[in-house]
């Protein structure tokens, strides 16, 4: 696969300061419950959460693949 994305991991933090450079915002596995309130204050950007298997295993290209992130743009 190849793709052009740029991704940036910071801290749950930091995200509402570096959110507005990105359109997709992925939270990992141990943040998935801020994903209401994340979304809520994002409003212009697609929040998802990364499925904790795929966060486990490193598996980026499955990230970009899934149909869960094609289908929400």
Do not use: H, W
């Not at 298997?53 to 990230?63: H, L, N, Q, R």
């Amino acid at each position: 696969m190849n793709f052009n994305y740029e991704a940036e991991a910071v801290a749950y933090t930091k995200i509402y300061e570096v959110a507005d450079d990105y359109d997709v915002v992925l939270l990992a596995p141990q943040i998935s419950y801020m994903l209401p309130q994340i979304q809520k204050m994002l409003e212009q950007q697609i929040v998802l959460t990364i499925p904790a298997k795929i966060f486990g295993t490193y598996d980026v290209a499955a990230i970009f693949s899934s149909n869960r992130l094609c289908s929400s743009k």
